[in-house]
């Protein structure tokens, strides 16, 4: 059971380019966290997604910033327009259930030039 | 605003010396959970906590859930320098969709 795959691993835009992460949770969970995290510092919460349905979206830039969760194929966090300030990681995670034990995925180093 | 707190954000500490960290909550939780992350990693789960006044032991790691719900600790016996990373703690605020919510994390560093 393959654990929780992001990808790409790291991803360097230019200012105004769009950046798009994909995460694919491990099989059999219904429930994605996107969390953001600059160096040293937490994990900030971003979205959560319950198979094609935002559940909170309440960390999420309301501008620039989209989560989906098909129903068939990864999430993806998009970004539009990056600006320098979205440089950070991002990662993703997974749970069987809503606030169970979360399978965090590698993330994604994104990095605007 | 922040509503899982860790304070401090960085601990030094001895090879061989205990460490205990806190994890305070401004409401109510669901449950608590810990998470270790190493540096340039992930963070991994360590832990769950459901039950007031709940206590877990892991070798040598004790995680406690208070009476009340509203805090927890994590108290590492005789550290390793395997023990370098930052813990997390994440609680599911009661009534709030069932996110996890991340404290900011205390990064510990051992000296050999």
């Known amino acids: 059971n393959a654990g929780v795959m992001q990808n790409p691993r790291h991803l360097v835009r230019r200012r105004g380019q769009e950046a798009r992460l994909r995460c694919s949770p491990m099989?059999?969970?219904?429930?994605v966290y996107w969390y953001r995290q600059l160096p040293e510092e937490g994990l900030k919460f971003m979205v959560y997604?319950?198979?094609?349905?935002?559940?909170?979206e309440s960390g999420m830039p309301k501008e620039r910033f989209s989560a989906e969760f098909p129903k068939e194929g990864p999430s993806i966090l998009r970004i539009q327009q990056v600006v320098r300030g979205d440089s950070a990681a991002y990662f993703c995670?997974?749970?069987?259930?809503?606030?169970?034990?979360?399978?965090f995925g590698q993330g994604t180093r994104l990095t605007v030039v | 605003g922040q509503q899982v707190m860790q304070i401090p954000q960085y601990q030094h500490v001895q090879e061989g010396e205990d460490f205990t960290t806190y994890c305070n909550s401004s409401?109510?939780?669901?449950?608590i959970q810990w998470y270790k992350q190493r540096p340039g990693g992930h963070p991994v789960f360590l832990i769950q906590?459901?039950?007031?006044?709940e206590v877990k032991k892991q070798k040598r790691l004790t995680f406690q859930f208070g009476e009340a719900k509203k805090n927890s600790s994590l108290h590492i016996t005789a550290t390793q320098t395997t023990d370098v990373g930052t813990y997390f703690c994440?609680?599911?605020?009661?009534?709030?969709?069932?996110?996890?919510?991340f404290g900011k994390g205390i990064t510990l560093s051992v000296r050999p």
């Open positions: 995670a997974s749970s069987l259930a809503a606030a169970t034990e979360a399978f």
């Open positions: 409401t109510t939780l669901s449950n």
């Open positions: 997604l319950q198979k094609e349905n935002i559940i909170d």
């Open positions: 099989k059999g969970h219904s429930h």
């Open positions: 994440a609680g599911e605020i009661a009534g709030a969709n069932s996110k996890l919510t």
């Open positions: 906590l459901v039950k007031s006044g």
